[in-house]
């Protein structure tokens, strides 16, 4: 059952549409990363469910209740929707456990509720600081515990982590990831940072010229993209030409198997995406040398190596260009090799055919 | 089931009912309407009077050659003061927001409390003493003395407001102190400068009181002068029509030097505080010129006062006319503060949170009035009460409806500087989390406004404490508040008669003046609280 829904959404700004019939479905209890560039309508999205906008076209609806089909429509606070805006927006005015009791009755606001929440994002100790006196972390995290104190049915996080420092980030993340999981609540993130929605979200939806272009789970996107921009987008690639044949394809680093559904294509030739951890990368020894291609890969010559301490990338300059230009290749740290080296590429299929 | 389906669509069809007008805040709307309306009543009245005898006679009456004299006259005192002032109010709120200077809690007391003495009791002060003092010069000194608060307080408090962020990375990409304070500094609180500076402009065309001192002849003394004098109704309106216009090229000349720039802070992050400039060997400097600014601005209308008071006879005085023209004065302040602060509310939240043509027009309008000598809204509401509501004519609402369309655009002023502190994404959290609009007003907007609420209460108090020019021609007959008593004496030239007049309501309008400085300082230490 899915729990949050958007169906043919539109919505647009002094002319420009942002989003043109964006469809999207949040499974209950999940965490759904919203993938796209700035600009692409991200944080309208957000909006628009939260109920601070209203659809132009469409339907918003939250465990089978309409919150908004662009004639009917539900005011924020009726929507029982947590929003977690980019920087936090915390009440300057009000201490960190006065945001946080914000939502709840006069009573409670004081009271083993806030404590319990505070104890939760842990920063129970800076109950009484005021907004300005938190790092940025910290506010992220008040801001989090602010949202959930209502029991929220559903969650919206606005680029949580872009505004934190790398080191902090990936420590923030997790412990976000961990808290919302533990909680069981429903959650959109949007965020740009692909690197992110793959590690964090259980499904991940890209948004692109105002549609979900393709939403699944990390490794099915990551694996199976729906064109070559999306295959980028979410990581370095290598579009090499092929001739399918009975569910495999022929390219110039060998015969590989074609993955998926996809195997079944009704077309003779055409490309096929191969990530760059699926190349296999061997120095070639004198004996071998001016073998060209042979059964065991493609011949060539290491043109640049970009060293990341845990990978290496090398841009490999195959020996008879035609195929492709050139060949990025993830391997160890250990294997970053010299630029220069004779090398020969070999692929560990499945492959996937792209349009 | 289908029993459980029409329950769920009920709620629906509720919420279209009201929220199907793209959520326009009708409250808003009323009040902003309201304001607009109160407005216009005396510039309509105005065009009508002045209509009255037709066009030819308009256009003889402005064509005289005594026509060019005021125009020349308003024109370049307004320019030589409003240059002042600037200068004066910007770098004394950087000296005291930005600098190691010594007791800067007290001089950002000192350095508004001029705000509290009416510029006709500065003129007084002045010309008293030594009346050998008039004509443009005079007139120049003694209104740059009068007004340059109305440029430092909004300068001081955008100053303390900028990031210090900004400032350092500019130095950075290698510019010096001076270029970043002239290319970034100053273009953070250009709009509030720029506003400061209309306000004395504005201000400058609509004073009477210090210009019939000093004998230096502008627009509104000529229009007073035709009204007063003359009887001349249809004269005194055409020469305001002129007055009018001086003062929408003004508004034109901020809008056009990027004075609205400005609106609320892109989201709603923690800012930090600036460094103050250690000042060094030019300490002795700057608190010689505040001092003396002080002593020129503060001292001698203050001293001057004083010394009547002690001189001049004053016990003949019944003190029973003085306690009951305060009373009036402080009552008639309060409820027009209140009454123009609650429409400046709706006008500025319209602005600019339902930005459009018409919520834009409507604040305009209420920028309106300050172009507006009090003489002519005066005019107008007696021409309007007269004809249709004659119970009002001279009735204490009728004065007190005056003060509040007059000061409008200083309660305006306050109230959208304080809008700005309060981002709408911090209003649109509060409803995430289950609040009604109105709750969240209350709870989120109007705590993060209040301070800027109260500044505008306190402005429009001082001001209307301290109204001469429609105070003479439409308080109740037999009622004197202080400024009236005061002109009064001040005619007769019995100084020492006029003296404990002017000395209350120095003090009434002090004591706002001095919240206002106090606060001020209290936010530039407390930095993002507010």
Same mark, same amino acid.
């Given at each position: 059952?899915?729990?949050?829904?958007?169906?043919?959404?539109?919505?647009?700004?002094?002319?420009?549409? &942002?989003?043109?019939?964006?469809?999207?479905?949040?499974?209950?209890?999940?965490?759904?990363?919203?993938?796209?560039?700035?600009?692409?309508?991200?944080?309208?999205?957000?909006?628009?469910?939260?109920?601070?906008?209203?659809? $132009?076209?469409?339907?918003?609806?939250?465990?089978?209740?309409? %919150?908004?089909?662009?004639a009917t429509f539900m005011a924020p606070e009726r929507r029982r929707i947590g929003y977690v805006p980019q920087e936090g927006a915390l009440f300057p005015h009000l201490s960190v456990q006065d945001n946080v009791g914000f939502a709840l009755a006069r009573s409670e606001r004081r009271g083993k509720q806030v404590a319990r929440l505070l104890e939760m994002v842990g920063i129970a100790?800076?109950?009484?600081?005021?907004?300005?006196? %938190?790092?940025?972390?910290?506010?992220?995290?008040?801001?989090?515990?602010?949202?959930?104190?209502?029991?929220?049915?559903?969650?919206?996080?606005?680029?949580?982590?872009?505004?934190?420092?790398?080191s902090l980030r990936s420590r923030v993340r997790e412990e976000v990831h961990g808290l919302l999981r533990g909680q069981g609540v429903t959650t959109v993130l949007v965020t740009h940072d692909q690197e992110e929605a793959l590690s964090l979200a259980d499904t991940v939806a890209v948004l692109r010229d105002g549609k979900i272009v393709q939403q699944g789970a990390p490794a099915d996107?990551? $694996?199976?993209?729906?064109?070559?921009?999306?295959?980028?987008?979410?990581?370095? &690639?290598?579009?090499?030409?092929?001739?399918? $044949?009975?569910?495999?394809?022929?390219?110039?680093?060998?015969? %590989?198997?074609?993955?998926?559904?996809?195997?079944?294509?009704?077309?003779?030739?055409?490309?096929?995406?191969?990530?760059?951890?699926?190349?296999? &990368?061997?120095?070639?020894?004198?004996?071998?040398?001016?073998?060209?291609?042979?059964?065991?890969?493609?011949?060539?010559? &290491?043109?640049?190596?970009?060293?990341?301490?845990?990978?290496?990338?090398?841009?490999?300059?195959? $020996?008879?260009?035609?195929?492709?230009?050139?060949?990025?290749?993830?391997?160890?740290?250990?294997?970053? %090799?010299?630029?220069?080296?004779?090398?020969?590429?070999?692929?560990?299929?499945?492959?996937?055919?792209?349009? | 089931?289908?029993?459980?389906?029409?329950?769920?669509?009920?709620?629906?069809?509720?919420?279209?009912?009201?929220?199907?007008?793209?959520?326009?805040?009708?409250?808003?709307?009323?009040?902003?309407?309201?304001?607009?309306?109160?407005?216009?009543?005396?510039?309509?009245?105005?065009?009508?009077?002045?209509?009255?005898?037709?066009?030819?006679?308009?256009?003889?009456?402005?064509?005289?050659?005594?026509?060019?004299?005021?125009?020349?006259?308003?024109?370049?005192?307004?320019?030589?003061?409003?240059?002042?002032?600037?200068?004066?109010?910007?770098?004394?709120?950087?000296?005291?927001?930005?600098?190691?200077?010594?007791?800067?809690?007290?001089?950002?007391?000192?350095?508004?409390?001029?705000?509290?003495?009416?510029?006709?009791?500065?003129?007084?002060?002045?010309?008293?003493?030594?009346?050998?003092?008039?004509?443009?010069?005079?007139?120049?000194?003694?209104?740059?003395?009068?007004?340059?608060?109305?440029?430092?307080?909004?300068?001081?408090?955008?100053?303390?407001?900028?990031?210090?962020?900004?400032?350092?990375?500019?130095?950075?990409?290698?510019?010096?102190?001076?270029?970043?304070?002239?290319?970034?500094?100053?273009?953070?609180?250009?709009?509030?400068?720029?506003?400061?500076?209309?306000?004395?402009?504005?201000?400058?065309?609509?004073?009477?009181?210090?210009?019939?001192?000093?004998?230096?002849?502008?627009?509104?003394?000529?229009?007073?002068?035709?009204?007063?004098?003359?009887?001349?109704?249809?004269?005194?309106?055409?020469?305001?029509?002129?007055?009018?216009?001086?003062?929408?090229?003004?508004?034109?000349?901020?809008?056009?030097?990027?004075?609205?720039?400005?609106?609320?802070?892109?989201?709603?992050?923690?800012?930090?505080?600036?460094?103050?400039?250690?000042?060094?060997?030019?300490?002795?400097?700057?608190?010689?010129?505040?001092?003396?600014?002080?002593?020129?601005?503060?001292?001698?209308?203050?001293?001057?006062?004083?010394?009547?008071?002690?001189?001049?006879?004053?016990?003949?005085?019944?003190?029973?006319?003085?306690?009951?023209?305060?009373?009036?004065?402080?009552?008639?302040?309060?409820?027009?503060?209140?009454?123009?602060?609650?429409?400046?509310?709706?006008?500025?939240?319209?602005?600019?949170?339902?930005?459009?043509?018409?919520?834009?027009?409507?604040?305009?309008?209420?920028?309106?009035?300050?172009?507006?000598?009090?003489?002519?809204?005066?005019?107008?509401?007696?021409?309007?009460?007269?004809?249709?509501?004659?119970?009002?004519?001279?009735?204490?609402?009728?004065?007190?409806?005056?003060?509040?369309?007059?000061?409008?655009?200083?309660?305006?002023?306050?109230?959208?500087?304080?809008?700005?502190?309060?981002?709408?994404?911090?209003?649109?959290?509060?409803?995430?989390?289950?609040?009604?609009?109105?709750?969240?007003?209350?709870?989120?907007?109007?705590?993060?406004?209040?301070?800027?609420?109260?500044?505008?209460?306190?402005?429009?108090?001082?001001?209307?404490?301290?109204?001469?020019?429609?105070?003479?021609?439409?308080?109740?007959?037999?009622?004197?508040?202080?400024?009236?008593?005061?002109?009064?004496?001040?005619?007769?030239?019995?100084?020492?008669?006029?003296?404990?007049?002017?000395?209350?309501?120095?003090?009434?309008?002090?004591?706002?003046?001095?919240?206002?400085?106090?606060?001020?300082?209290?936010?530039?230490?407390?930095?993002?609280?507010?």
């Amino acid at each position: 059952m899915s729990l949050l829904s958007v169906k043919g959404l539109w919505k647009g700004y002094a002319g420009q549409q &942002v989003l043109q019939g964006l469809d999207l479905e949040v499974p209950a209890g999940s965490l759904t990363a919203v993938l796209g560039l700035s600009g692409c309508g991200k944080t309208t999205l957000l909006r628009v469910i939260a109920g601070f906008e209203r659809a $132009e076209r469409g339907t918003v609806s939250l465990a089978g209740r309409t %919150l908004d089909d662009g004639a009917t429509f539900m005011a924020p606070e009726r929507r029982r929707i947590g929003y977690v805006p980019q920087e936090g927006a915390l009440f300057p005015h009000l201490s960190v456990q006065d945001n946080v009791g914000f939502a709840l009755a006069r009573s409670e606001r004081r009271g083993k509720q806030v404590a319990r929440l505070l104890e939760m994002v842990g920063i129970a100790p800076l109950a009484t600081r005021m907004p300005n006196e %938190l790092s940025g972390g910290e506010q992220q995290r008040v801001a989090l515990a602010r949202a959930l104190a209502p029991r929220p049915d559903a969650l919206l996080l606005d680029e949580p982590f872009s505004s934190l420092d790398a080191s902090l980030r990936s420590r923030v993340r997790e412990e976000v990831h961990g808290l919302l999981r533990g909680q069981g609540v429903t959650t959109v993130l949007v965020t740009h940072d692909q690197e992110e929605a793959l590690s964090l979200a259980d499904t991940v939806a890209v948004l692109r010229d105002g549609k979900i272009v393709q939403q699944g789970a990390p490794a099915d996107l990551y $694996e199976q993209p729906s064109d070559e921009r999306l295959a980028r987008f979410l990581g370095a &690639v290598n579009l090499v030409a092929a001739d399918f $044949e009975d569910g495999s394809a022929r390219t110039a680093l060998g015969r %590989l198997p074609v993955r998926g559904e996809r195997g079944a294509i009704g077309r003779a030739a055409g490309l096929v995406m191969i990530r760059p951890e699926q190349l296999e &990368v061997r120095v070639r020894s004198e004996d071998t040398h001016g073998a060209g291609t042979s059964a065991a890969g493609l011949g060539g010559r &290491v043109e640049q190596c970009r060293y990341y301490g845990h990978d290496a990338l090398l841009h490999i300059r195959p $020996e008879h260009p035609g195929p492709t230009d050139l060949l990025l290749a993830r391997v160890h740290g250990a294997q970053a %090799l010299p630029v220069g080296t004779e090398v020969t590429v070999a692929a560990r299929g499945p492959v996937t055919p792209l349009e | 089931m289908s029993m459980f389906a029409a329950a769920e669509q009920a709620p629906g069809r509720w919420t279209r009912a009201w929220s199907g007008r793209r959520r326009w805040p009708l409250v808003s709307i009323a009040g902003a309407s309201a304001a607009a309306a109160l407005v216009l009543l005396p510039l309509v009245f105005l065009v009508v009077q002045a209509q009255q005898s037709g066009w030819s006679e308009v256009q003889r009456l402005l064509l005289r050659h005594s026509v060019a004299v005021l125009l020349w006259n308003s024109v370049r005192l307004t320019l030589a003061c409003t240059v002042l002032c600037a200068i004066l109010g910007v770098g004394a709120a950087w000296c005291v927001e930005r600098t190691a200077l010594p007791a800067r809690r007290l001089w950002a007391v000192a350095l508004v409390l001029p705000l509290g003495i009416p510029d006709f009791v500065v003129g007084f002060g002045w010309v008293s003493l030594e009346p050998g003092l008039h004509g443009y010069l005079a007139a120049v000194m003694i209104m740059t003395l009068s007004l340059y608060p109305l440029v430092y307080l909004p300068a001081s408090t955008a100053l303390s407001k900028v990031d210090a962020g900004l400032e350092e990375t500019a130095r950075s990409l290698g510019l010096g102190p001076w270029e970043t304070f002239r290319r970034v500094t100053l273009r953070q609180i250009w709009p509030a400068v720029l506003g400061g500076c209309l306000l004395v402009t504005l201000g400058l065309l609509a004073e009477y009181g210090a210009f019939e001192i000093v004998q230096y002849q502008t627009f509104t003394v000529a229009i007073f002068t035709e009204f007063k004098l003359g009887f001349d109704t249809v004269a005194a309106c055409t020469l305001s029509l002129v007055l009018v216009l001086l003062s929408v090229m003004a508004l034109a000349g901020e809008l056009a030097l990027g004075g609205r720039s400005a609106s609320a802070r892109v989201g709603a992050g923690v800012r930090r505080n600036a460094a103050r400039v250690p000042l060094g060997r030019w300490t002795a400097v700057v608190l010689f010129a505040l001092g003396a600014l002080s002593a020129l601005a503060l001292g001698v209308p203050v001293g001057s006062l004083v010394y009547w008071v002690l001189h001049g006879g004053s016990s003949t005085l019944p003190s029973t006319s003085i306690l009951a023209a305060l009373a009036h004065t402080a009552a008639y302040s309060a409820a027009a503060a209140a009454i123009a602060t609650a429409l400046a509310v709706p006008v500025t939240a319209l602005a600019m949170r339902h930005r459009n043509r018409l919520t834009l027009l409507i604040e305009r309008l209420a920028y309106l009035p300050m172009a507006l000598p009090g003489l002519v809204i005066a005019l107008g509401l007696v021409s309007f009460s007269v004809r249709y509501a004659f119970s009002l004519y001279q009735s204490s609402l009728e004065l007190i409806i005056a003060y509040a369309i007059l000061f409008l655009p200083l309660a305006v002023v306050g109230v959208r500087s304080a809008m700005g502190q309060s981002s709408p994404r911090l209003e649109e959290v509060g409803r995430s989390l289950g609040h009604r609009p109105a709750v969240v007003w209350m709870r989120v907007t109007l705590p993060l406004i209040a301070p800027g609420l109260a500044a505008a209460f306190a402005l429009v108090f001082i001001s209307s404490a301290t109204e001469l020019t429609a105070t003479l021609l439409l308080r109740p007959t037999g009622v004197n508040t202080l400024a009236t008593q005061f002109w009064t004496y001040t005619t007769d030239f019995s100084y020492g008669a006029a003296a404990p007049y002017a000395g209350l309501m120095v003090a009434i309008s002090a004591i706002p003046a001095y919240v206002l400085g106090r606060r001020m300082s209290t936010l530039a230490r407390a930095g993002a609280q507010a």
